[in-house]
């Protein structure tokens, strides 16, 4: 129940039930059953989601230290609740403790997958993400094309994650005062984006705002 009310967007009313679900697996199941570390998850995620970040702070530091005993730091849940746990920092108006967050994700993932595999490339997305909004605009912008050439090298110029994490280069590229580098790339992501995607895309509006913003 709990998570077709998460899937129809209303974590709110999904909080109660998955918190009572919790409670039902750690009394039935025990606390360290694996059953209970995901009930524990779900509730976190529902907390986050339904826009409670302390809550999911708390809820996402036990399940990452129930993680971290139980199935090591290394395990694909453990950095599963690690990154929760980043996101509801960020969204608590934490973003120094996020950008911790994301930078040990970050190193287990690449030590774990390799530097161009999809999920180290999405953990480094993220962490540009959270430097950008922490103010740490050069770290952000390295980040992110650092992120931008790893896209490109496995999934291609033309893929949509790559258009999307050059769209976020973009508008960094535009805060901080460098146009000329962001209407380059504006132009490259819109004739690209025609080739690709459907037209009306709100990513490809965006691109289209921004540039006519920038050059009037």
Do not use: W
């Not at 967007?9 to 209970?36: F, K, M, N, Y």
């Not at 970040?53 to 690690?82: K, M, V, W």
């Not at 509801?88 to 950008?99: E, F, R, S, T, V």
Request: hydrophobic share 40%; charged share 20%.
């Amino acid at each position: 129940m709990g998570r077709a009310l998460v899937a129809v967007g209303r974590p709110g009313d999904a909080v109660p039930v998955l918190e009572q679900a919790l409670a039902g697996s750690e009394l039935v199941r025990g606390a360290d059953h694996i059953d209970t570390l995901g009930a524990r998850e779900e509730y976190a995620a529902a907390t986050l989601a339904a826009g409670q970040p302390a809550e999911a702070i708390r809820s996402y530091r036990h399940a990452l230290a129930d993680r971290q005993r139980i199935q090591g730091g290394q395990h694909p849940d453990t950095l599963s609740a690690s990154l929760g746990l980043a996101a509801a920092y960020l969204a608590g108006g934490q973003p120094k403790n996020a950008i911790a967050q994301y930078k040990q994700v970050l190193a287990n993932t690449e030590g774990a997958l390799g530097p161009d595999h999809p999920d180290t490339l999405q953990v480094r997305h993220s962490l540009a993400a959270a430097n950008f909004s922490a103010g740490r605009m050069g770290t952000a912008l390295q980040l992110y094309e650092e992120t931008c050439a790893g896209f490109e090298r496995t999934i291609g110029a033309n893929h949509a994650s790559t258009l999307a994490c050059r769209a976020e280069l973009a508008q960094g590229y535009y805060a901080t005062g460098r146009l000329g580098d962001a209407i380059t790339l504006l132009n490259d992501i819109i004739a690209r984006g025609q080739q690709t995607l459907p037209a009306g895309d709100p990513l490809m509006q965006r691109m289209r705002e921004t540039l006519t913003n920038i050059t009037g």
